[in-house]
């Protein structure tokens, strides 16, 4: 639902036919489902203009993800951020309500005359939508919409057109649910099911590690060569049980621990919670108590003004995790996925996780080390241990397929501290995952709903002191720590 836009990587969407046999598909070239490899921002063969733009934490465009879309008759190529928060697709962000970098990548993202589209059509409609940061005034269009480097079009898709927006630098990709649920069109992800794109109503997430500079988006199939182990099931919670109320992929995380570089592993107290999974949010959110316990532990005791908190970028070379657990499936998340560093002299570093009162979202500093699948039939989440070991896409005939298939990637016991994944092993053998919650950039908010600001900061009384007073992270790591800074 696009929450804090602050820490999260871009990537262009090129969109390819899933041509790959496996299993799950015998054929050489599956019509079944669209795959669109991920490319991160840092990759130098994307926005080449970007090269030389000093990162700061006021800019937000360099840590999104992005879709690639041509719209309209002739396409006219536009990148919106790809957002799991949201539900509506919309176009041409006011580029002049966003200022330094953020505004000369919002000019770089393409617009959409729907005077020089054909087969545009108006449906005089209007509405305002609202994220954690930014609002977008729209006005409804259909067109055809084009995924680039396929034949896929889709026929009268209805998105919107903004008239004005602020604090927002480009337009959105919202892939949340869609018609009778949250909205009351066929969003995105309704018209490639309903157009025969795709057989099943779900779609694969795999962002990639920050190293690795790319992942896969796998509409209406898998990729099994970015996970190991079988996917486990987690029931989507209703909206009239869900913390907010609003039809998100809310699932229940069972305890959230820390795996420090000795391997000493502690549970954090109240870590039992509902969190929903936002491609939108580059930051993860968690209630303040608990974000100042393991804020305490990577050895900040307080955030800024802003709410982030400051960590020693050596962390990022040790060998610890964050570990996520779900029914099923415990997702570990490195110490360098969790960090967010700023180009500076010297460089300086931020956890990835910061304070809300209002949401719990795990953010895509969590969703980097987890491979995950949408299951908008059956409201399901399906979640593994991320991993790479090729590429593998294939459309599914059924969802119930999911509860069969393996990854081909094997874990090894260790995890890669230069990689936001866990090392495949040496071996492909399949290993079972074992395992014992808006703001950002984008994302729209459900009518009755409030904004939350991405910039939330603990309030005082919050923070909480850990075994000392370097924190759990620094203290166990300390040894290791001094030998990577001589």
Avoid at 78 to 99: H, K
Avoid at 451 to 475: D, F, I, K, W
Wanted: charge should be negative.
């Amino acid at each position: 639902m696009a929450v804090p836009s602050l820490f999260s990587a871009s990537v262009v969407l090129v969109a390819l036919f899933c041509c790959y046999a496996t299993a799950l598909q015998p054929s050489t070239h599956d019509q079944g489902c669209v795959h669109l490899p991920i490319v991160h921002s840092t990759n130098v063969d994307y926005f080449s203009s970007k090269r030389g733009v000093q990162l700061q934490l006021a800019n937000r465009s360099d840590i999104a993800y992005y879709a690639q879309l041509s719209i309209g008759t002739p396409p006219q190529p536009v990148f919106v951020q790809l957002d799991t928060g949201s539900f509506e697709l919309w176009v041409n962000p006011d580029c002049t309500a966003v200022s330094g970098a953020d505004a000369a990548f919002c000019e770089r993202i393409g617009q959409y005359d729907t005077t020089k589209s054909s087969t545009a059509t108006s449906l005089g409609t209007t509405k305002t939508l609202r994220y954690g940061i930014g609002t977008a005034n729209i006005s409804y269009f259909t067109d055809t919409i084009t995924l680039a480097g396929s034949s896929t079009a889709l026929q009268a898709v209805q998105f919107g057109v903004a008239t004005a927006s602020e604090d927002a630098f480009s337009g959105i990709l919202g892939i949340g649910y869609g018609k009778d649920v949250a909205t009351r069109y066929l969003n995105f992800v309704d018209q490639l099911r309903a157009q025969m794109v795709i057989r099943v109503k779900a779609y694969t997430l795999a962002l990639g590690s920050k190293d690795a500079q790319e992942g896969v988006i796998v509409f209406g199939g898998v990729d099994t060569s970015k996970f190991a182990g079988k996917l486990a099931r987690l029931p989507v919670l209703p909206a009239d049980r869900s913390p907010d109320g609003v039809p998100r992929f809310w699932v229940d995380m069972q305890s959230l621990s820390i795996t420090p570089p000795n391997g000493v592993n502690r549970v954090y107290d109240a870590s039992k919670t509902p969190v929903f999974l936002d491609s939108g949010s580059t930051m993860t959110l968690l209630s303040p108590n608990l974000t100042a316990a393991i804020a305490n532990d990577f050895g900040a005791r307080m955030s800024d003004d802003n709410g982030f908190f400051t960590i020693d970028c050596a962390l990022a070379r040790l060998n610890g995790t964050l570990d996520f657990a779900f029914d099923g499936v415990t997702v570990k998340v490195p110490y360098k996925e969790l960090t967010r560093e700023v180009s500076s002299s010297p460089p300086a570093c931020f956890l990835g996780i910061m304070a809300s009162e209002k949401f719990t979202l795990l953010g895509d500093t969590f969703l980097r080390s987890a491979y995950t699948v949408f299951d908008l039939e059956t409201d399901s989440i399906w979640m593994t241990q991320a991993a790479d070991c090729g590429s593998s896409p294939a459309a599914l005939n059924s969802v119930q397929d999911l509860s069969s298939v393996t990854g081909a990637c094997g874990l090894s016991e260790l995890v890669d501290s230069t990689s936001g994944t866990l090392a495949p092993s040496s071996s492909l053998e399949s290993v079972d995952g074992g395992g014992a919650a808006p703001t950002r950039s984008g994302g729209s908010q459900a009518p009755g709903t409030s904004s939350e600001n991405n910039r939330a900061r603990p309030t005082s009384g919050t923070s909480r002191r850990s075994r000392s007073s370097m924190g759990l992270v620094s203290s166990l790591g300390m040894a290791l720590m001094l030998h990577i800074l001589t």
